[in-house]
């Protein structure tokens, strides 16, 4: 983290908490700073961040999963999330981003995305250009910036972080117009860190890592700040004001410690190249069910297939449990049945994913017929 000029760790819980962590880390900031005015937080549509009180608030509030709370959350500023994974489409969220910020001088506290990848909001994928643009918006409007990294840290998308994507390394393939990256020609494995050189990364203020971080062995997050905000916090006498009982247990500290040497001493990007290969491979055919998958795409080690219409909660349950009997685990919900394989052990087969992709295929030609 030392090339994202990241410098200060706070340990916590999960990625949850991280988020949590962060959102109290900038309201902090602004505070010790005199701009008690900087408390709402600007995100995307689409987003999702976890399931605590002050991470469900910059969740999406329409299309989310925490509608039954609207009541009791802290109402945040949204903005519409970049409607493809194109470079026209971030600048087009980057002016309704700017719009926003315009119109709420002194009042955002900081910007919140997921970068290239909003995970569970959608599984959308969004040029890394909007990255870029929202650093320089929020330096222009004086707010900080957050990248929750949970669902995208540690080589999911290619790179190391998602946020170290640019347009060299940033080449999804989608069913609809065929763009893609050729087979092998992603991130450079000279490069000691996956970051494409420390040209191309894209300085947040703050992170958010959970998930990868102990490789599900133990529950843990981590909330990553550089020294401005930090030293803005505890400059004077302050002190950061959160406190969890068990953050840098030794247990998950020893668990992280582990999971993240294995990553970095593993050949990881030949690895997340090699699936993501074998995911265009044996999930492009599902396009073909044209009156039931609106479209396949494919970034790094992520799979998405997205449905036309969303199934019921009934109809995602039988799916499940069909997906179960042919031996493949996955979790459909709403439009979107996706996988995000390990990348981290060689036991990791093409065959594996290939039996993923005709799994679905049967599955989904049969809601066809049923439907029908």
């Given at each position: 983290m030392r090339d994202y000029e990241l410098t200060k760790v706070f340990l916590s819980d999960s990625g949850s908490v991280s988020v949590e962590v962060a959102m109290k880390m900038a309201l902090q900031y602004w505070h010790a700073h005199g701009e008690g005015r900087r408390t709402r937080f600007l995100s995307l549509r689409n987003g999702y961040h976890g399931d605590t009180l002050g991470a469900m608030s910059v969740c999406d509030p329409v299309n989310g999963m925490h509608s039954t709370f609207?009541?009791?959350l802290a109402e945040q500023i949204f903005v519409p999330s970049p409607a493809g994974p194109t470079e026209d489409d971030a600048d087009a969220a980057l002016r309704a981003m700017e719009g926003a910020l315009a119109d709420r001088p002194g009042e955002v506290a900081a910007v919140m995305m997921e970068p290239v990848v909003q995970g569970a909001g959608g599984m959308r994928f969004f040029h890394p250009r909007l990255l870029r643009g929202a650093r320089e918006l929020c330096d222009r409007h004086g707010a900080l910036l957050i990248f929750d990294e949970i669902a995208t840290g540690f080589g999911r998308t290619g790179t190391l972080?998602?946020?170290?994507?640019?347009g060299r390394s940033y080449r999804p393939w989608s069913s609809i117009d065929g763009r893609n990256m050729a087979k092998g020609e992603s991130a450079d494995d000279s490069d000691p860190d996956g970051s494409n050189g420390s040209g191309s990364i894209v300085y947040p203020d703050i992170v958010c890592l959970g998930k990868a971080l102990t490789g599900g062995y133990m529950t843990m997050g981590a909330t990553i700040t550089n020294?401005?905000?930090?030293?803005g916090i505890s400059d004077g006498g302050g002190v950061f004001m959160h406190g969890p009982t068990f953050m840098a247990n030794p247990l998950a500290c020893a668990a992280s410690l582990a999971s993240t040497g294995l990553l970095l001493r593993s050949p990881w990007r030949r690895r997340v190249r090699d699936v993501e290969a074998a995911l265009v491979e044996h999930m492009s055919p599902l396009a073909e069910i044209g009156d039931v998958v609106r479209e396949v795409r494919v970034l790094g080690a992520i799979g998405v297939c997205e449905?036309?219409?969303p199934l019921c909660r009934?109809?995602?349950?039988?799916?499940?449990?069909?997906?179960?009997?042919?031996?493949v685990w996955l979790r459909p919900f709403g439009r979107?049945?996706?996988?995000?394989p390990p990348f981290n052990c060689d036991e990791l087969r093409e065959d594996h994913i290939r039996k993923i992709?005709?799994?679905?295929?049967?599955?989904?030609?049969?809601?066809?017929?049923?439907?029908?």
């Open positions: 609207a009541g009791v972080f998602a946020g170290w994507q640019d020294d401005r905000v930090a030293r449905l036309r219409e009934d109809g995602m349950a039988a799916v499940q449990r069909r997906l179960v009997e042919e031996g979107l049945v996706y996988t995000m992709g005709e799994a679905v295929y049967k599955i989904l030609s049969d809601v066809r017929c049923e439907r029908k």
